[in-house]
DNA sequence: CCAAAAATTATTACCTGATACTAAAAGTAG
DNA sequence: CTACTTTTAGTATCAGGTAATAATTTTTGG
């Protein structure tokens, strides 16, 4: 068995350190690395293939690629939550996870906008026009969401309104069959094309 | 003055279709580029000197930097948006300044639940408690804000409260002196302290 | 203590995507 | 034709590596 003496760390523990280095500072070169763990270079390069830590370049190349994606795909986030039923004018439904981002980190709960933000862009989904707005709300967070649970929220639009301009529309969401949060919004729509 | 002859594209309207292509492919190399446009590997290289764009590394470097700060301000955002006054279960202020994420993209107007999210971070900041939670809210947008806009929230804890247990905080937005938005908080404490 | 195995270091050739610099060629205007 | 801009070419150099082969050092089993 390959036990390390006195003087060096043993290679398992470089190996961890490495790893944890990389992790939490992936623009240090490996030249920088051989400094810090008074190696040379080729282990530092036999370790990083061991670990399958790509090289610094890639390494840079795959972070900005990933928040390139990010970019766009906040640009698509026109609802929070994703769509899985809609009739325009009608009614909507949308799934949406919580997870570490939306909770407070010492009570996994979730912070109450986000639950708001599901059901806020919903309404505004549902809506079939141009331009709809949140003129007004009336909310009410029924139970605590914790990290993991899944958001359904189903939107109706009530067609009682007297006045064309302004939609009322009600949210209901819910975490398997328990309401966790209601709210009727009242939105604004531009004009109204059909 | 110059003016290009036909065969080649002018050099203005090159540097223009190559910034624009790095802007939406920033992962392109400049013997990509020279393909794309037909001239020597030079010619981009003096381009891009012209237009200030750098390599290609240090371009995915800077995306990579940005999104690895982004990944740790996140965690710090506790409030969305600035907080400037902060007097524990009395009253509190935070800016928060619209920018393209928070906007519809076709109207430029800020999304309601952006609005909502900073007024109810607030109202949950100003409470001096281990755990806060918005049992419900009563709100009311009363103009919408644009791009570029800074919005500054006001919080206002009511102790008129008989309940200990329910806190109500009243929060208005204002952009420079004009009401934007209003809001009723009602907040969950787990147990006073003091 | 000694040989085999494991771990580390050294060396060399090569790669990509550049910068920096010098020089020459081509096009263009007056 | 000539002055000027624009473009191309070529060379040297760099960072931060890969890949492969060999040599050296360290460790350990027996």
């Known amino acids: 068995m390959v036990v390390m003496r006195i003087g060096r760390i043993p290679k398992q523990k470089r190996l961890l350190e490495l790893a944890n280095e990389i992790e939490h ?3 240090i070169t490996d030249e920088q690395l051989t400094k810090k763990f008074n190696v040379s270079i080729q282990t530092i390069r036999l ?8 090289e610094l370049r890639e390494r840079i190349k795959l972070m900005a690629e990933k928040s390139y994606d990010k970019v766009v ?15 325009l004018d009608k009614s909507a439904i949308s799934i949406f996870e919580i997870n570490e981002e939306h909770v407070f980190a010492k009570t ?4 109450g906008h986000h639950i708001f933000s599901q059901g806020n862009s919903l309404a ?21 969401v914790k990290l993991g649970e899944k958001c359904i929220a189903k939107a109706y639009v009530r067609n009682d309104s007297l006045n064309r301009d302004k939609v009322n529309v009600d949210v209901f969401t819910y975490v398997g069959n328990e309401l966790v949060f209601e709210g009727n919004f009242v939105i604004f729509r531009s004009d109204h094309k059909k």
């Not at 795909?73 to 009739?87: A, F, N, P, R, W």
């Open 108 to 111: 996994k709960i979730a912070r």
């Open 73 to 87: 795909s906040l640009q698509i986030d026109e609802v929070i939550g994703e769509v899985v039923d809609l009739q």
């Open 25 to 27: 500072n992936p623009f």
């Open 124 to 144: 505004i989904a549902v809506i079939d026009d141009e331009v709809a707005l949140t003129a007004s709300a009336d909310i009410r967070f029924v139970r605590s």
């Open 47 to 54: 370790d990083r293939m061991e670990l399958g830590i790509p």
